[in-house]
């Protein structure tokens, strides 16, 4: 079955984070479009005063890394939940439209003083397991950056890394 993603062939955010594509300034952008007061306040503070999330950042690539390799397990749990649990409220929606019912999920800040960014990073990441599964997570033979656009059997990032193949 053929997954497309409705953003193109773009990588999911906690990849284009882990591969230093946006930085922590870029994601609080992209939280501060919520919908959700309290998250939108949350970023905007933020914003004062970036934090430094390359600690974070060095652990998460670690965590897909891990995962790709041998699946989720124990650690992944652990991992995930200590940044989303003291951080974040997840909704699940549930809209009647003239198809069905549409289901959705959101997560929103619960408190602006636990580690809510990377709690938000962490929740996008395990909805791209839910939605796609591990299958197109991969790690590039010629430069080992991780990516998920291109589908099950690609091995290369790019084209750039698919031309330098030996």
């Not at 995930?80 to 198809?99: A, C, F, G, N």
């Amino acid at each position: 079955m053929n997954k497309e993603r409705s953003v193109g062939n773009a990588n999911p955010m906690f990849l284009r984070f882990i591969n230093h594509e946006i930085g922590v300034r870029d994601l609080l952008i992209s939280f501060s479009r919520s919908n959700h007061p309290v998250t939108v306040a949350a970023s905007n503070k933020a914003m004062l005063n970036v934090p430094d999330l390359e600690p974070f950042r060095k652990e998460l690539e670690e965590a897909v890394r891990d995962i790709v390799k041998d699946g989720p397990g124990p650690e992944f749990k652990a991992f995930v939940d200590h940044y989303m649990e003291p951080s974040l409220v997840e909704e699940k929606i549930v809209k009647q439209t003239p198809r069905g019912e549409n289901k959705s999920q959101v997560a929103y800040v619960k408190d602006e003083d636990a580690p809510w960014i990377q709690g938000l990073v962490c929740y996008n990441l395990c909805l791209y397991i839910k939605a796609f599964g591990l299958g197109d997570l991969k790690a590039c033979k010629i430069c080992d950056k991780l990516f998920a656009n291109k589908g099950q059997y690609a091995v290369y990032c790019s084209n750039v890394c698919k031309s330098r193949k030996k």
